[in-house]
């Protein structure tokens, strides 16, 4: 197949045929099509793929993109009170610049020599999570907190060497099924029950189901519905009783006010760090860590890379390289140490950006504005008629729900309302958790001003006399 | 500072170069000279000191007299720590076997030997795996896995050993040739043991996935594997390696690590069997055989188990063989298949075809035994 | 001068600042941001948010992160971004298998957009038609690429797309009730090392080929390896070492006579656009590296993307949602009966998807088969040039052509001269270039593995040869200097001394300050 060629593109330097030619006469072949010998022509695709034709000038590819992205509203031109497992926070003008870098952005797979600076930027992303979960061991981030909690069992059934977990059930239902997925075959998930007035774990149904075949008990703290779980240190200690793990999902927002895990018992920590530093992106902006202590049975079990700080041949300069690459301990049961991917490295290094603007006041800011704005938005919708408070004894961070059943009045119906007013209500809960009734759950941040929650109680006040 | 001991065998390798295969012997060392023969194997042990050379500060040599060490280091400048005993002008293996024993015994951080399989063999016999050692590549027959590849890199490898980063070590067979069955046409190799070598692993910097696993570590997960599976009332025949070696020791049998022995119900029914008794004790209930390849050529029968011989393993069945190897040792054959020389050239050319490799817990590998 | 344009050398020296671990940097009371507050009359109201809380589950101390000024955590971290070695300022055909061409910048500005990072991916549907329609264009364009019939975005990365066709592989069999009888995969050992990893991870049992003595894949051992147990073969093509497969549809033929699936690991796609696909292979299922062919940054190691394709007949297996449209309106599809769920949050990894797009629509069919043939044309060119350098040796093929990648040997080099690739490679870095041996299995001893790609001119191919021409030169001349190297990167060669050693490593600050306080090791 011989081809004219129409065009040289800005991004393929040697399309310019003149180059060709002098490169093929180098390598002593005559056409590129030479160079596809191996490959058998019933193999040959031979026709035209069907894709539009291409925007060649820069600026015809901007027009077009940004007129699809101009149909998409945004949490900045609306108000938006969606949280449940991507949330919108501040994120400041430094962590932009930095994950923006091209030296971090095009970055990948070079020598601790050459890349320093992404393995010092990572080192101290670990390092600066380190602090704020108060453990000595953190990972390069995995794929977001569903991969995370999915590992963290499964390293969990490792150490102890048994196969089930005892899973609350009050934790997002995209990490339960991914957490199924994960370990079906591998470890077996009962989930326990929680208390419907507070939102804790039920620990008399704990108690029931703890054994010598139990890894582990998992936890989110706050859960899925923002509901904070002050039983932490008796669930780790339930758990330990019986030779079991205690593993909790947490929020890192919110541990500049709220007690680490790892301070109530936790031997394995993850969730998700978008919060630090990573804008929403459609879901684009997760990312995974998980914590342990710094033990030798802990830290073999992980299936990340561990950036460690070391010397070099030189006296004096800082140098890193990957802690115990070769992670030797054997299992019978686990056949795999899971595997190991390229997955959210410059999110990691995004997040240690915002952890050191914010240093230890600004994590208390942040957590503080948190508590008081979602206080307040509880607060008022509870004072409305026609809808419940769940979980009403629960203290709450950052997420909390309500039910619009004594209204009579599907979530569906309120957020259709809302959406006239520019405002994105609570996330419908109604088809995921039948049993909380017409239920929404709702996230307030930091970004939240007085008059965006007055204007949602209105808002929904009026949607719910409608 | 490091302690490293150097044993020359000084007539190693005078065979080579006039046509003859090795210089056991008296009488076809005598015919090397006569044919002109010189020594080789001082020249290539100064070959790899050159590269210890921006060491000396921190190392000591501990060596034998004369010939056997001394003249060369002392030829480099360096004045060794000279072990007191009598070597004279016809060195033999008893004199490499007393320096080894005599340097095991003082304790080095490193043996460094120049020889070939002889030597080594005779180095294994004093030091079992009780003294890291690596060989300076000079005699004629070199099929044990103990030696650099050249002179020049076993210099190097021993600096890296003793003073960067913390090498690895590995068990490397040991293997000799029985001369007069060579000298009269038949190739039988006999593995003698195992000594203790550092080598280098492969770069593992920057890697973006995937993480390799101890050596040691996948032999015991073999080994598990294998064991967990094992059946009741069969009895297995265990082949001689490290590998196979982690199965005895999870049975915890008292096993001979180069001899074939015989297994049944977790039980020792036989060790280091021959042919004969083999055909004895397998009797009509169902065996397997359980091989790894030994030595660098990937020979999975006939170099080291020979009592595993054609009219074993037709008895036993084609089907019933078990192989087990790492990963490293696969990769180790650099693409070559495996090959068997069971002494029956009809049963050789019906082993070939395809097998599954037990390479891990679960894992297999799919590796060619190729045809003669 | 500059470069000297005869030998093509640099006196290159990367920027090196020595920079302190940010805790050594804090001052306390120094403030890197303020954080908002709440209003005054919220606080009126519900008091200070945390006197109301059980004092119990208050934090007490503080984290103990450091305190610093605004400017002074940009500087520290734009420093550290100097200290590094992006595909955007060096000749990146040293990361062989990893693609690193270039990633427009026009991409980016795309992805900075606000109309793209505040959006939540649970708003309603007609809130957010514009970055679903992205999605569902992109997934069509992979249809035509690939010749499969429906994609899904979710995975995050080509490991973890490998866990969602083996999961998927897993629903088809359960559906056919044949689940427990098959449980092996099939793999070859030039793949990935995650084909065979993730598979695991299900709890299915690998089998590896090994390749014969061409270093290609064995289709007899592939014939002698499938069996009632077989539930798939993943597979690469062209594998690692750069050549294709040209009895591929023999082996997808073998696979599925045997009852099994195949699934196409695409992360070598790059040589291979428009000019062959999966479908006439008789592939199942694939995926793509986002961040690979498709131009997607690699972020230092993410965050990247898996596009994860499957034939119709196993459509209803893909994770859930996929993005479908009805009379020009686009909606999430949840509704897939046998979908394996989720393996990742929401609907994948959308700034890749939004790059990957805009790449696409750039380059048109044309010039998506153009970067093939360029692709491919730079690395036979490389290859002709790298052969003629002294000590370097590629295995395999002799004489044929490859497609968009060489694994080299420098075992001749080595054993002339004791340099090998380690050295190698700390020695390029004194020259502003990357080499990356390759990851296992280290079959091909003393391995580099180059990748070209399309988006590197002539010069700077020359110019990548010319130092490896130098380097092989001082390995012969003054090895020394190789073995010693890097000399002018940000670092020396790293040591090894504690990464190994449960009582002196150190993967966090505080972990390192302990140890060295406890006497456990020393301060560097």
Aim: hydrophobic content about 40%; proline content about 5%.
């Amino acid at each position: 197949m011989s081809r004219n060629k129409t065009r040289v593109h800005p991004y393929i330097p040697n399309s310019v045929p003149e180059v060709q030619r002098e490169m093929l006469a180098e390598i002593g072949a005559a056409s590129i099509d030479e160079l596809y010998q191996d490959i058998p022509e019933h193999l040959r695709f031979r026709g035209t793929m069907n894709l539009p034709e291409p925007l060649v000038a820069e600026n015809d590819l901007k027009r077009h993109v940004l007129k699809v992205l101009a149909r998409n509203s945004t949490c900045e031109e609306k108000v938006s009170f969606l949280g449940g497992g991507c949330w919108q926070h501040f994120v400041p003008a430094v962590c932009d610049e930095i994950q923006g870098r091209s030296e971090f952005l095009t970055g990948y797979a070079g020598e601790p020599f050459e890349d320093h600076g992404r393995f010092q930027a990572l080192f101290e992303y670990e390092s600066l999570m380190a602090e704020l979960l108060d453990m000595d061991v953190v990972n390069v981030p995995t794929y977001d907190w569903l991969q995370a909690a999915s590992t963290s069992i499964r390293m969990a059934a490792r150490i102890t060497g048994r196969s089930e977990a005892l899973v609350s059930d009050t934790i997002a239902p995209d990490r339960l099924s991914a957490i199924r997925n994960y370990c079906r075959g591998i470890v077996k998930i009962t989930l326990v029950s929680h208390c419907p007035d507070t939102g804790r774990l039920d620990l008399e149904h704990l108690r029931g189901l703890l054994s010598e075949d139990v890894a582990c008990v998992y936890f989110e703290n706050p859960s899925y519905f923002g509901c904070i779980d002050d039983q932490g240190q008796a669930i780790s200690d339930l758990a330990h009783d019986i030779g079991a793990l205690s593993v909790v999902g947490a929020d890192p927002i919110s541990l500049g006010v709220l007690k680490p895990p790892s301070q109530y018992g936790a031997d394995i920590v993850c969730g998700d760090i978008q919060p630090l530093g990573m804008h929403m992106q459609f879901g684009g902006g997760q990312a995974g860590f998980i914590a342990t202590r710094d033990e030798e049975r802990f830290v073999m079990e992980y299936p990340s890379r561990l950036f460690g700080i070391e010397t070099t041949s030189e006296p004096g300069e800082y140098g890193f390289g990957d802690v115990t690459y070769d992670r030797t301990s054997f299992a019978h049961r686990e056949k795999a140490k899971e595997f190991i991917g390229t997955a959210t490295a410059l999110w990691g290094i995004t997040a240690g950006v915002y952890l050191a603007l914010a240093g230890p006041q600004g994590m208390k800011e942040v957590g503080q504005t948190i508590l008081q704005n979602s206080l307040y938005a509880r607060k008022k919708i509870s004072e409305l008629q026609g809808v419940q408070i769940r979980f009403p004894k629960a203290h709450c961070f950052k997420e909390f729900v309500a039910d619009f059943g004594p209204s009579g009045k599907p979530v569906g119906t309120i957020n259709e309302h809302l959406m006239r007013e520019g405002i994105f209500g609570g996330l419908d809960l109604s088809g995921s958790f039948p049993a909380l009734g017409s239920a929404a759950l709702f996230c307030v941040t930091e970004i939240h001003k007085k008059e965006d929650i007055d204007a949602l109680v209105g808002a929904v006040g009026k949607a719910l006399e409608a | 500072m490091k302690n490293l001991g150097l044993i020359i065998n000084p007539i190693a390798g005078m065979g080579g170069k006039v046509g003859l295969k090795g210089t056991d012997g008296e009488e076809t060392l005598q015919r090397a000279r006569s044919l002109g023969a010189t020594p080789e194997s001082p020249r290539r042990a100064a070959e790899a000191l050159q590269a210890l050379a921006g060491r000396s500060e921190d190392l000591r040599f501990v060596t034998a007299p004369e010939s056997m060490g001394e003249e060369v280091l002392m030829g480099l400048g360096r004045a060794p720590e000279v072990l007191d005993m009598e070597v004279g002008s016809r060195t033999a293996a008893r004199h490499t076997m007393y320096a080894a024993a005599r340097m095991r015994d003082r304790g080095v951080d490193l043996l460094l030997f120049a020889g070939g399989d002889g030597t080594a063999r005779d180095i294994l016999a004093q030091v079992q795996d009780q003294v890291v050692c690596l060989g300076i590549p000079t005699g004629v027959k070199m099929h044990s896995a103990v030696f650099a590849v050249n002179p020049s890199r076993a210099g190097e490898l021993a600096g890296q050993y003793l003073f960067e980063e913390p090498l690895r070590t590995r068990a490397a067979e040991v293997m000799d040739i029985d001369e007069t069955a060579l000298r009269e046409g038949h190739v039988h190799a006999r593995l003698f043991g195992y000594l203790t070598i550092p080598y280098r692993r492969g770069h593992v910097q920057g890697l973006k996935a995937g993480s390799t696993e101890e050596e040691t570590t996948i032999q015991k997960a073999i080994a598990a594997g294998i064991v967990e599976n094992m059946d009741a009332g069969t009895t297995y025949i265990i082949g001689p390696g490290t590998t196979t070696a982690e199965i005895m020791k999870l049975l915890m049998l008292d096993f001979s690590l180069v001899g074939v022995d015989l297994v049944r119900d977790g039980t020792l029914l036989g060790r280091d069997l021959s042919e004969t008794d083999l055909l004895a004790l397998l009797g009509e209930e169902p065996a397997s055989i359980i091989v790894t390849p030994v030595g660098g050529q990937g020979y999975l029968f006939g170099r080291g188990n020979q009592p595993i011989s054609a009219r074993v393993i037709r008895k036993v069945g084609r089907d019933r063989i078990m192989i087990v190897a790492t990963p490293n040792k696969l990769s180790s054959l650099r693409g070559e298949p495996l090959r068997v020389d069971s002494g029956d050239a009809v049963t050789d050319r019906w082993l070939a075809g395809y097998y599954r490799v037990v390479s891990g817990y679960r894992d297999r590998s799919v590796y060619r035994i190729a045809e003669g | 001068m500059g470069m000297d344009p005869n030998t093509r050398l640099r006196k290159f020296h990367q920027a090196k600042w020595d920079e302190p671990i940010i805790f050594e940097l804090s001052q306390p009371g120094e403030r890197g941001v303020l954080m908002p507050t709440a209003d005054s009359l919220i606080e009126e109201e519900v008091g200070d948010g945390l006197s109301a809380l059980p004092p119990d589950i208050l934090r007490r101390e503080p984290p103990a992160l450091p305190e610093l000024g605004q400017m002074q955590v940009l500087k520290h971290f734009l420093r550290l971004s100097q200290e590094n070695l992006g595909a955007d300022l060096n000749v990146d055909v040293g990361q062989g298998t990893c693609t690193m061409k270039y990633s427009p910048k026009i991409n980016e500005q795309f992805a900075r957009s606000p109309k793209f990072t505040e959006v939540h991916p649970l708003q309603p549907e007609e809130s957010v038609q514009g970055i679903l329609q992205i999605i569902h264009e992109l997934d069509l364009f992979l249809r035509e690429i690939s010749g499969l019939d429906r994609f899904s975005f979710q995975p995050g990365g080509g490991s973890h797309a490998i866990l969602g066709m083996a999961s998927m592989v897993r629903a088809y069999h359960e559906a056919r009730k044949e689940a427990d009888q098959r449980d092996e995969i099939i793999t070859t050992i030039f793949s990935h090392p995650s084909d065979y990893s993730a598979a695991s991870v299900l709890g299915y049992k690998v089998i590896n080929l090994y390749p014969d003595n061409d270093g290609m894949p064995d289709l007899e051992a592939l014939q002698a390896a499938v069996s009632p147990r077989t539930a798939a073969l993943f597979i690469t093509n062209p594998e690692d070492t750069g050549i294709y497969n040209a009895r591929i549809a023999e082996f997808t033929r073998t696979v599925h006579e045997a009852g099994g699936l195949c699934g196409y690991d695409q992360a070598n796609a790059n040589g291979i656009l428009g000019i062959t696909r999966a479908r006439e292979a008789g592939f199942d299922l694939c995926f793509f590296n986002l961040h690979k062919t498709f131009s997607s940054p690699h972020g230092c190691g993410g965050p990247g993307s898996g596009a994860l394709g499957a034939t119709e007949a196993l459509r209803e297996f893909l994770p859930v949602p996929l993005v479908e449209v009805d009379g020009g309106r686009y909606f999430l599809d949840y509704d897939l009966p046998n979908t394996i769920g989720k393996i990742r949050s929401f609907y994948g990894v959308m700034p890749a998807v939004l790059k990957a797009y805009s790449w696409i629509m750039a380059l048109g069919a044309e010039g998506l088969e153009e970067a093939a043939r360029v692709a491919v044309l730079n690395n036979n060119y490389l290859f002709r040039k790298v052969l003629g350098i002294r000590g370097a040796t590629a295995p395999y093929a002799e004489g044929h052509h490859r497609i968009e990648q060489v694994r080299y040997s420098w075992e001749t080099l080595f054993n002339e001269t004791g340099v090998g690739t380690w050295d190698i490679t700390c020695r390029l870095a004194d020259f502003g270039m990357h080499m990356w041996s390759s990851h296992h299995p280290f079959i091909v001893p003393e391995p580099m593995t180059l990748e070209p790609t399309e988006s590197y001119s002539k010069a700077e191919l020359d110019e990548y040869v010319a130092v490896l021409q130098q380097v092989s030169k001082e390995a012969y001349e003054n090895p020394e200097l190789v073995k010693t190297a890097p000399h002018r990167s940000v670092t020396h060669r790293p040591g090894h001394d504690t990464l190994d050693d449960p009582e002196k490593w150190a993967v966090t600050w505080r972990s390192y300050v302990k140890k060295c306080a406890q006497g456990k090791r020393d301060r560097i």
